[in-house]
């Protein structure tokens, strides 16, 4: 460990130690609650956790306390985004005044931008969940993180203070150019610190297909850990990333309103480790508000055990995924779709699985892709190529993935956007989200 990494260390926990060990008691109880699931103790604390922030949320909140006769959490409603951006006030604890809390923002990709209060502890334990992951996957506090995301102008201001003593690195996802990678790459390499990448799949994908195209050897630059956020890893990302840096990167499931929800289990990757320590996570049907047995693929909704400023009780996140046991009867993660209404169906209404679109990448190589389904039979594949696929074959693999019913059109485009929020799409479902 570099003397550097160890003084921004030092700094980190001295700061905190003046706030009164927030941070690591929140730390310390995040690590004993997942790392002992089978523990008596643990599972008292995280029903006692689920009990007070209900009791909380009837007693101080106008919208909950219509609920205050509950027996159990079964007896609560559903809520999503519109629900609470409609309601807002209704879903504030009268016991926290707003300027005592923080206000955090989606990026608003998906829609209409949508807000929630934070109370402080809410944040300390949101970055005690942070530092356990992060450790999960080899990072360490003080270690350069280089943070690929979209970045506003603000962040060149905190560069000379939270981000300098953090020894955090903006990327910005819209300067990846050929140019602009070429000088990060050399840069990496003259770099012998030890560092971390955490960043959206899309961005990752962006540079390790330039390192395809100049077919560059493994990357000598001590990279200790990458973890990819708000897009689902795909196995290309997987295989380059592992290639061109030697690390194996893992997937972190987390939003802006809530926080880390789950993590991919570092040596076993279909397996996401469930945040129970911060969350109750629970799936319900795609279509009814049931819940669905373990193994079956639903949507996932989530109860913030820390948020006392503005409780979210089962809150559709809008994603979908499926909840598994492993081996201790220990609930767990096996899949995460990303957005209802980014899943594609075939012709006869069941789910395609998300990963199809990258059975395009036998048939060339592209600057980007991204399949679209525009109608109940009608798909769209796109493709960012210089050069002409088999569409012969491509059309009649993805009929046996749609059905031979399905109308697919295969258009060259020079350019597939990102987002607002800097992400992009691979998949995206556009007669669905108008139904």
């Given at each position: 460990m570099s003397l550097s990494q160890v003084f921004r260390r030092k700094i980190f926990w001295f700061f905190d130690i003046l706030k009164g060990n927030d941070i690591k008691k929140h730390?310390?109880?995040?690590?004993?609650?997942?790392?002992?699931?089978?523990?008596?103790?643990?599972?008292?604390?995280?029903?006692?956790?689920?009990?007070?922030?209900?009791?909380?949320?009837?007693?101080?909140?106008?919208?909950?306390?219509?609920?205050?006769?509950?027996?159990?959490?079964?007896?609560?409603?559903?809520?999503?985004?519109?629900?609470?951006?409609?309601?807002?006030?209704?879903?504030?604890?009268?016991?926290?005044?707003?300027?005592?809390?923080?206000?955090?923002?989606?990026?608003?990709?998906?829609?209409?931008?949508?807000?929630?209060?934070?109370?402080?502890?809410?944040?300390?334990?949101?970055?005690?969940?942070?530092?356990?992951?992060?450790?999960?996957?080899?990072?360490?506090?003080?270690?350069?993180?280089?943070?690929v995301k979209i970045w506003d102008d603000n962040y060149k201001h905190n560069m000379l203070s939270r981000y300098w003593?953090?020894?955090?690195?903006?990327?910005?996802?819209?300067?990846?150019?050929?140019?602009?990678?070429?000088?990060?790459?050399?840069?990496?390499?003259?770099?012998?610190?030890?560092?971390?990448?955490?960043?959206?799949?899309?961005?990752?994908?962006?540079?390790?297909?330039?390192?395809?195209?100049?077919?560059?050897?493994?990357?000598?630059?001590?990279?200790?850990?990458?973890?990819?956020?708000?897009?689902?890893?795909?196995?290309?990302v997987r295989y380059s990333v592992k290639k061109y840096f030697g690390i194996t990167p893992v997937s972190r499931y987390s939003n802006n309103e809530n926080g880390i929800l789950a993590q991919e289990d570092r040596d076993k990757t279909s397996k996401f480790i469930i945040n129970t320590a911060s969350y109750y996570i629970e799936i319900f049907d795609l279509d009814k508000d049931v819940l669905v047995d373990h193994g079956k693929k639903g949507r996932i909704m989530v109860t913030d055990l820390h948020n006392y400023a503005m409780p979210l009780i089962r809150y559709d996140t809008g994603d979908v995924g499926t909840m598994d046991l492993d081996e201790n009867n220990i609930s767990y993660l096996s899949s995460i779709e990303g957005r209802k209404l980014d899943l594609i169906y075939d012709t006869k209404g069941e789910i395609i699985p998300s990963h199809v679109s990258y059975k395009l990448c036998k048939y060339g190589d592209y600057k980007q892709f991204q399949l679209v389904q525009r109608g109940e039979k009608d798909y769209l594949i796109k493709l960012n190529t210089d050069k002409k696929v088999d569409e012969i074959k491509m059309l009649e693999e993805y009929k046996g993935y749609f059905g031979q019913d399905a109308n697919i059109v295969i258009q060259y485009v020079e350019e597939i956007p990102l987002l607002s929020s800097g992400k992009r799409r691979e998949v995206t479902n556009t007669y669905h989200s108008q139904l």
């Open positions: 730390y310390q109880d995040i690590q004993e609650l997942i790392e002992n699931p089978n523990s008596q103790t643990t599972q008292a604390k995280k029903d006692l956790y689920l009990q007070e922030i209900l009791q909380h949320a009837v007693s101080t909140t106008w919208f909950y306390q219509k609920y205050a006769g509950y027996n159990s959490i079964s007896d609560f409603p559903i809520i999503n985004k519109n629900m609470i951006r409609d309601n807002f006030e209704e879903f504030k604890s009268s016991k926290y005044k707003t300027k005592n809390c923080v206000l955090v923002f989606t990026s608003g990709s998906t829609g209409a931008p949508f807000s929630i209060l934070q109370n402080m502890s809410k944040r300390c334990r949101n970055t005690g969940d942070n530092l356990y992951f992060s450790n999960k996957s080899g990072y360490e506090i003080g270690q350069k993180l280089i943070y003593w953090q020894n955090i690195h903006p990327k910005s996802v819209f300067k990846l150019s050929d140019k602009e990678i070429e000088k990060f790459i050399i840069e990496l390499t003259k770099d012998t610190s030890k560092k971390s990448f955490l960043g959206y799949t899309s961005a990752l994908t962006t540079i390790c297909q330039y390192l395809d195209k100049i077919k560059a050897a493994p990357i000598e630059s001590n990279v200790q850990s990458v973890i990819t956020m708000s897009e689902g890893l795909n196995e290309y």
